[in-house]
Protein backbone atom coordinates (compact mmCIF):
# COMPACT_ATOMS: atom_id res chain seq x y z
CA UNK A 1 0.00 0.00 0.00
CA UNK A 2 1.57 3.46 -0.96
CA UNK A 3 2.57 5.69 1.69
CA UNK A 4 1.00 8.83 2.19
CA UNK A 5 3.31 12.32 1.77
CA UNK A 6 2.82 15.72 2.81
CA UNK A 7 2.87 18.42 2.22
CA UNK A 8 2.56 18.15 -1.69
CA UNK A 9 4.61 20.83 -2.45
CA UNK A 10 6.21 23.48 -0.91
CA UNK A 11 8.36 26.91 -1.65
CA UNK A 12 10.96 27.97 0.64
CA UNK A 13 13.26 30.90 0.57
CA UNK A 14 16.58 30.33 0.90
CA UNK A 15 17.63 29.09 4.78
CA UNK A 16 14.33 28.28 5.23
CA UNK A 17 13.53 25.16 6.94
CA UNK A 18 11.02 22.31 5.81
CA UNK A 19 9.16 19.12 7.54
CA UNK A 20 8.27 16.58 4.80
CA UNK A 21 6.00 13.73 6.12
CA UNK A 22 5.52 9.99 5.38
CA UNK A 23 2.86 7.79 6.82
CA UNK A 24 1.86 3.92 6.67
CA UNK A 25 -1.35 2.25 7.45
CA UNK A 26 0.99 -1.04 7.56
CA UNK A 27 3.74 -1.80 10.13
CA UNK A 28 7.39 -0.77 8.32
CA UNK A 29 10.53 -2.35 8.33
CA UNK A 30 12.21 0.73 7.18
CA UNK A 31 11.41 4.16 5.23
CA UNK A 32 14.19 5.39 2.60
CA UNK A 33 14.15 9.30 0.99
CA UNK A 34 15.36 10.33 -2.14
CA UNK A 35 15.60 13.20 -3.87
CA UNK A 36 15.08 13.37 -7.50
CA UNK A 37 15.88 16.47 -9.78
CA UNK A 38 13.75 16.75 -12.91
CA UNK A 39 14.38 14.20 -15.92
CA UNK A 40 17.27 12.71 -13.24
CA UNK A 41 16.74 8.94 -11.13
CA UNK A 42 16.30 9.13 -7.65
CA UNK A 43 19.75 9.70 -5.59
CA UNK A 44 19.70 7.92 -1.80
CA UNK A 45 19.19 10.45 0.95
CA UNK A 46 19.37 7.88 4.07
CA UNK A 47 17.23 4.86 5.19
CA UNK A 48 16.04 4.19 8.89
CA UNK A 49 14.88 1.18 10.51
CA UNK A 50 11.81 0.03 12.45
CA UNK A 51 13.06 0.59 16.42
CA UNK A 52 12.56 4.09 16.30
CA UNK A 53 15.50 6.41 15.06
CA UNK A 54 17.04 9.57 13.63
CA UNK A 55 19.45 9.97 11.59
CA UNK A 56 21.18 13.01 9.56
CA UNK A 57 23.99 13.90 7.38
CA UNK A 58 24.82 17.55 6.96
CA UNK A 59 21.28 19.50 7.11
CA UNK A 60 19.15 17.20 6.04
CA UNK A 61 18.14 14.49 8.79
CA UNK A 62 15.41 12.11 9.79
CA UNK A 63 13.18 10.25 12.00
CA UNK A 64 11.19 7.43 12.06
CA UNK A 65 8.29 7.37 14.80
CA UNK A 66 7.06 3.14 15.05
CA UNK A 67 4.03 3.94 16.89
CA UNK A 68 2.61 6.05 14.46
CA UNK A 69 4.82 4.41 11.57
CA UNK A 70 5.28 7.56 10.22
CA UNK A 71 8.71 9.47 9.34
CA UNK A 72 9.71 12.51 8.85
CA UNK A 73 12.51 14.52 7.23
CA UNK A 74 13.73 17.82 8.29
CA UNK A 75 15.34 20.41 6.05
CA UNK A 76 17.30 23.20 7.56
CA UNK A 77 18.80 26.24 6.12
CA UNK A 78 17.36 24.98 2.89
CA UNK A 79 19.57 25.88 -0.16
CA UNK A 80 18.79 26.01 -3.57
CA UNK A 81 20.48 23.06 -4.19
CA UNK A 82 17.77 20.97 -2.49
CA UNK A 83 15.02 21.67 -4.91
CA UNK A 84 13.40 18.56 -6.58
CA UNK A 85 10.78 16.12 -5.54
CA UNK A 86 11.18 14.41 -2.36
CA UNK A 87 9.98 10.73 -2.09
CA UNK A 88 9.78 7.87 0.61
CA UNK A 89 9.69 4.32 -0.07
CA UNK A 90 8.88 1.70 2.42
CA UNK A 91 9.40 -1.98 2.89
CA UNK A 92 7.43 -4.06 4.96
CA UNK A 93 10.20 -6.56 6.06
CA UNK A 94 14.03 -7.06 5.83
CA UNK A 95 13.87 -9.00 2.45
CA UNK A 96 15.23 -8.00 -0.64
CA UNK A 97 11.48 -6.51 -1.58
CA UNK A 98 10.85 -3.35 -3.63
CA UNK A 99 10.18 -0.11 -1.97
CA UNK A 100 7.01 1.09 -2.30
CA UNK A 101 6.78 4.64 -3.11
CA UNK A 102 4.97 7.72 -2.04
CA UNK A 103 3.44 10.61 -4.07
CA UNK A 104 6.27 12.42 -3.84
CA UNK A 105 6.59 16.30 -2.01
CA UNK A 106 8.32 19.22 -4.98
CA UNK A 107 9.98 21.31 -2.99
CA UNK A 108 11.37 24.31 -5.03
CA UNK A 109 14.08 26.96 -2.96
CA UNK A 110 14.11 30.21 -3.97
CA UNK A 111 16.90 33.04 -3.79
CA UNK B 1 30.63 6.34 -9.25
CA UNK B 2 26.86 4.86 -10.58
CA UNK B 3 26.53 1.19 -8.96
CA UNK B 4 23.56 0.63 -11.54
CA UNK B 5 23.62 1.39 -15.36
CA UNK B 6 21.14 1.80 -17.48
CA UNK B 7 20.78 1.97 -21.63
CA UNK B 8 19.77 3.72 -23.35
CA UNK B 9 19.07 7.02 -21.64
CA UNK B 10 16.54 7.92 -24.49
CA UNK B 11 14.81 6.52 -27.51
CA UNK B 12 12.83 7.92 -29.57
CA UNK B 13 10.85 4.96 -31.67
CA UNK B 14 7.50 4.40 -34.04
CA UNK B 15 4.26 3.21 -32.75
CA UNK B 16 4.27 -0.70 -33.21
CA UNK B 17 8.28 -1.15 -33.10
CA UNK B 18 9.67 -2.86 -29.57
CA UNK B 19 12.09 -1.73 -27.64
CA UNK B 20 14.68 -2.94 -25.41
CA UNK B 21 16.35 -1.24 -22.10
CA UNK B 22 18.83 -3.16 -20.37
CA UNK B 23 20.10 -2.33 -17.28
CA UNK B 24 23.40 -3.30 -15.57
CA UNK B 25 24.56 -4.06 -11.96
CA UNK B 26 28.40 -2.48 -12.24
CA UNK B 27 29.66 -4.08 -9.39
CA UNK B 28 28.11 -6.85 -7.76
CA UNK B 29 25.73 -9.60 -8.45
CA UNK B 30 22.25 -8.86 -8.17
CA UNK B 31 19.69 -11.93 -8.22
CA UNK B 32 16.94 -9.47 -7.82
CA UNK B 33 16.34 -5.68 -10.07
CA UNK B 34 13.28 -4.01 -9.60
CA UNK B 35 12.00 -2.36 -12.70
CA UNK B 36 9.84 1.00 -11.84
CA UNK B 37 7.95 3.21 -14.07
CA UNK B 38 7.26 6.90 -13.67
CA UNK B 39 4.73 9.68 -15.62
CA UNK B 40 5.82 12.78 -15.82
CA UNK B 41 5.45 14.45 -12.30
CA UNK B 42 3.87 11.13 -10.80
CA UNK B 43 5.25 8.96 -8.44
CA UNK B 44 7.67 5.63 -9.37
CA UNK B 45 5.22 2.74 -10.01
CA UNK B 46 6.62 -0.65 -9.34
CA UNK B 47 6.30 -2.75 -13.02
CA UNK B 48 7.74 -6.06 -12.09
CA UNK B 49 10.70 -7.12 -10.23
CA UNK B 50 13.17 -9.04 -12.33
CA UNK B 51 14.53 -12.57 -10.80
CA UNK B 52 17.87 -14.52 -11.83
CA UNK B 53 17.22 -17.71 -13.51
CA UNK B 54 13.53 -17.37 -13.35
CA UNK B 55 9.98 -15.68 -14.17
CA UNK B 56 9.26 -12.03 -13.48
CA UNK B 57 6.86 -11.09 -10.70
CA UNK B 58 4.55 -8.61 -11.95
CA UNK B 59 2.45 -6.00 -10.23
CA UNK B 60 -1.15 -5.74 -10.57
CA UNK B 61 -2.48 -4.11 -13.85
CA UNK B 62 0.92 -4.91 -15.72
CA UNK B 63 1.41 -6.85 -18.93
CA UNK B 64 3.64 -9.23 -19.11
CA UNK B 65 3.12 -10.23 -22.72
CA UNK B 66 3.86 -6.33 -23.28
CA UNK B 67 6.73 -5.93 -20.67
CA UNK B 68 8.91 -8.73 -21.06
CA UNK B 69 11.52 -9.05 -18.75
CA UNK B 70 14.74 -11.34 -18.75
CA UNK B 71 17.26 -11.31 -16.01
CA UNK B 72 19.79 -13.71 -17.80
CA UNK B 73 22.61 -13.37 -15.74
CA UNK B 74 23.80 -11.64 -12.18
CA UNK B 75 24.38 -8.53 -13.90
CA UNK B 76 22.23 -7.69 -16.20
CA UNK B 77 18.38 -7.55 -16.41
CA UNK B 78 16.48 -6.65 -19.73
CA UNK B 79 12.75 -5.01 -20.22
CA UNK B 80 11.59 -4.82 -23.75
CA UNK B 81 8.42 -3.43 -24.85
CA UNK B 82 6.50 -4.58 -27.32
CA UNK B 83 4.66 -3.33 -30.04
CA UNK B 84 5.06 -0.10 -28.14
CA UNK B 85 2.17 2.29 -28.54
CA UNK B 86 2.30 6.30 -27.32
CA UNK B 87 0.36 5.25 -23.67
CA UNK B 88 3.80 3.56 -23.53
CA UNK B 89 5.66 6.71 -23.10
CA UNK B 90 7.17 6.92 -20.30
CA UNK B 91 10.35 7.19 -17.68
CA UNK B 92 11.41 3.76 -17.01
CA UNK B 93 14.07 2.92 -14.17
CA UNK B 94 15.82 -0.12 -12.66
CA UNK B 95 17.20 -0.48 -9.21
CA UNK B 96 18.82 -3.20 -7.71
CA UNK B 97 20.18 -4.05 -3.71
CA UNK B 98 23.97 -4.70 -3.07
CA UNK B 99 23.52 -7.94 -0.33
CA UNK B 100 25.05 -6.20 2.21
CA UNK B 101 23.94 -7.07 6.26
CA UNK B 102 20.39 -7.68 5.34
CA UNK B 103 18.59 -6.43 2.53
CA UNK B 104 16.38 -3.99 4.23
CA UNK B 105 19.01 -2.54 5.60
CA UNK B 106 20.25 -1.73 1.78
CA UNK B 107 20.11 1.12 -0.16
CA UNK B 108 17.95 1.33 -3.20
CA UNK B 109 20.50 1.64 -6.02
CA UNK B 110 18.51 3.23 -8.99
CA UNK B 111 20.03 3.19 -12.77
CA UNK B 112 19.74 6.71 -14.67
CA UNK B 113 16.64 5.97 -16.59
CA UNK B 114 15.59 5.29 -19.84
CA UNK B 115 12.82 8.09 -21.21
CA UNK B 116 10.85 6.27 -24.04
CA UNK B 117 9.08 8.42 -26.16
CA UNK B 118 6.64 6.27 -28.44
CA UNK B 119 5.42 8.46 -32.30
Known amino acids: QQPVQSPQAVILREGEDAVINCSSS?????VHWYRQKHGEAPVFLMI?????EQKGHDKISASFNEKKQQSSLYLTASQLSYSGTYFC????????????FGKGTRLSVIA | GAVVSQHPSRVICKSGTSVKIECRSL??????MFWYRQFPKKSLMLMAT?????????EQGVEKDKFLINHASLTLSTLTVTSAHPEDSSFYIC????????FGTGELFFGEGSRLTVL
Open chain 2, 95 to 102: SARRSLAG
Open chain 1, 26 to 30: KALYS
Open chain 1, 48 to 52: LLKGG
Open chain 1, 89 to 100: GTALNSGNTPLV
Open chain 2, 27 to 32: DFQATT
Open chain 2, 50 to 58: SNEGSKATY
